[in-house]
């Protein structure tokens, strides 16, 4: 395994690349049958307009930069990072691959990711846009940012609680990126969230319960969007009942199906260091 880094390498396995100037060591790609990339900034708090154009430029620039590089040298795979946004919201109804884009900031953002890896379409290489849900980890993510609340007793869930989230179990996701680059007839779009979505409330309750909390409250639409803004719609209150329809149709075995259980294994009190994200700077 190789890693594109934008700094010197400090080991072997590292090549530097600058996706804003279009740049990759020269041998960073040889006899690569596959590359993965899940590159783009994270998405906390009110949007502004420098943000926004943050967001779609560490996304888009680089992967069209990749799918030119993979196009030009003949790769046979290339995996690309999506969101599950590009769906829109999709109130109580389940929708799969099959679905149409939704409206909104953020299913623009992925319908121009996912078009930026046209060159490597083109040229022939197999081409799967990773559209993900939110991944639950130990230190980041979902639970990281709810749990201090929950604790000290003032957590609660958004709205009405109705809206569904397409959540993902960091394990299952490192398992599911490996599994689509090595099945080669999975490509296009593939939903990367468990077979089980839940709502917001559901959700709360049960991490309330898993830390031994009550979660008895809930934010009013109007203060989520008072805090964050225009993102409250697309971030916060946005229902998304999204199924991994061709992840299990190709054969793909959740090992974190149920939300409970994936809450239990993160909350031990020693968890797997499987739910630790490696983070690399």
């Known amino acids: 395994m190789r890693r594109l880094v934008r700094r010197a390498p400090v080991a072997v396995d590292e090549f530097e690349w600058d996706p804003v100037a279009g740049t990759i060591a020269p041998d960073a790609l040889d006899d690569v049958d596959a590359v993965v990339n899940l590159c783009g900034a994270s998405f906390q708090g009110r949007w502004s307009e420098q943000g926004k154009l943050r967001s779609r430029g560490s996304r888009i620039v680089p992967a069209r930069v990749l799918a030119e590089a993979v196009a030009a040298r003949g790769i046979p795979t290339l995996v690309n990072a999506s969101t599950l946004s590009y769906y829109g919201h999709t109130g109580t109804t389940a929708v799969d691959e099959s679905a149409p884009r939704g409206g909104g900031f953020l299913a623009d953002l992925a319908v121009d990711w996912e078009a930026a890896l046209t060159p490597a379409r083109e040229a022939g290489t197999r081409v799967t846009s990773l559209r993900i849900g939110l991944v639950l980890s130990r230190d980041g993510g979902l639970i990281h940012q709810m749990r201090p609340a929950i604790r000290l007793g003032m957590g609660g869930w958004l709205g009405d609680g109705g809206q569904y989230i397409a959540w993902i179990s960091l394990p299952d996701t490192v398992a599911a990126i490996r599994f689509v680059v090595e099945n080669e007839s999975v490509r296009g779009p593939v939903n990367l969230c ?56 190709a054969g793909f075995a959740f090992r974190y199906a149920d939300y409970e259980d994936v809450l239990s294994a993160i909350l031990a009190d020693e968890p797997a260091d499987e739910f630790t994200t490696p983070y690399t700077k």
């Open 194 to 249: 468990s077979p089980n979505p839940v709502t917001n409330k559901d959700f709360t309750k049960t991490l309330g319960r898993a830390l031994s909390r009550p979660v008895l409250l809930s934010m009013p639409k109007s203060l989520v969007r008072l805090m964050l803004g225009e993102a409250a719609d697309e971030l916060a209150l946005i229902s998304l009942r999204v199924l991994p329809t061709k992840l299990t149709q």
